[in-house]
């Protein structure tokens, strides 16, 4: 089946590299444009597109996919189906009626709908999550469904882990919708959720909250996002790795401490156990060492 693909990040590398192995090679790729990016802000590809132009298919990357010049370029190119996964801007009328459309949602629909739904599924502390493939509306992810299937959520997963299973699954899973064309169902309106974008303040972990949110909130938004708790004598440091203990006590929210062997943030229930560190400016790294360090400074 001749087709258009509309992606952009790493995720939706995934799914392309496994549609363009597939009978259903997309004749043209469409992705966001080139952003600053880093320290530098030296302008960067998205990257669906440098994986499309290695696989040598033709990129689009125009400022709005509903532009009256996106939609005759995707004309252009005749698709049979136009397949949309993780390209992180909304497609509106005509565009949507225009043409077939498949798009790739990480969730189990109709839970999370929305911008972050990996996230926001390790977050509620979900036991499973999975992949629908459904036809885009103008609603928000309300569209029927093609396809579903489901993936567990294990207790170590953080976003990473997650959303690695959930490309290669999507990838397979979107593969054999254009292979065998079955009929979309109406998604229940029963059990609706939103997955609403990740706001920068959610990066930072507020020690007044409990420690099983926290630890959840660590893994959801590692490595892409990343979260930190702020101390007194230093600006912030990073927090890649932890685990709750709901047991603990001995200091007030937001102190640090050490039960001899861990690092301990104290918080409104509980304490979080910090695993892995990372300081402002420095590399991810053990936060038993990195609080050894901070000790020496001190009494140095």
Not at 5 to 20: I, K, Q, S
Not at 73 to 88: K, L, N, Q, S, T
Not at 105 to 111: A, F
Not at 141 to 149: A, H, K
Request: charged content about 25%; aromatic content about 4%; overall charge neutral.
């Amino acid at each position: 089946m001749r087709t258009v693909y509309l992606g952009t990040t790493d995720f939706a590398v995934c799914v392309l590299e496994r549609l363009a192995g597939s009978a259903h090679r997309p004749a043209l790729v469409v992705t966001r444009p080139d952003r600053p990016k880093g320290r530098g802000r030296r302008l960067a590809s998205p990257p669906v597109a440098d994986a499309a132009r290695g696989l040598g298919i033709d990129v689009a990357q125009p400022e709005s996919v509903n532009s009256e010049e996106a939609r005759g370029r995707i004309a252009a190119a005749d698709p049979e189906a136009v397949c949309v996964c993780a390209f992180g801007a909304l497609i509106r009328e005509p565009l949507l009626s225009k043409h077939h459309m498949l798009n790739v949602h990480p969730s189990l629909l109709p839970r999370w709908r929305g911008a972050a739904p990996i996230e926001r599924a390790i977050e509620a502390g979900d036991p499973k999550t999975g992949v629908s493939i459904m036809r885009p509306t103008a609603e928000l992810d309300e569209g029927p469904v093609f396809l579903q299937r489901r993936e567990r959520i294990a207790a170590e997963d953080d976003y990473g882990s997650l959303a690695g299973r959930l490309a290669v699954l999507s990838a397979e899973m979107l593969v054999e919708v254009l292979d065998t064309g079955p009929q979309p169902q109406p998604q229940p309106s029963e059990g609706a959720t939103y997955a609403d974008k990740v706001e920068r303040e959610e990066r930072r972990l507020d020690p007044r909250l409990p420690a099983e949110l926290l630890a959840r909130r660590v893994r959801a938004l590692n490595p892409h996002i990343g979260t930190f708790v702020e101390l007194p004598v230093e600006d912030r440091l990073g927090v890649r790795r932890a685990r709750a203990v709901t047991e603990a006590h001995g200091g007030p929210p937001g102190g640090i401490g050490s039960d001899g062997e861990h690092v301990l943030l104290f918080t409104g229930e509980g304490a979080l156990v910090l695993l892995e560190v990372q300081p402002a400016g420095g590399r991810p790294m053990d936060a038993a060492a990195w609080l050894r360090g901070r000790r020496d400074r001190a009494h140095g």
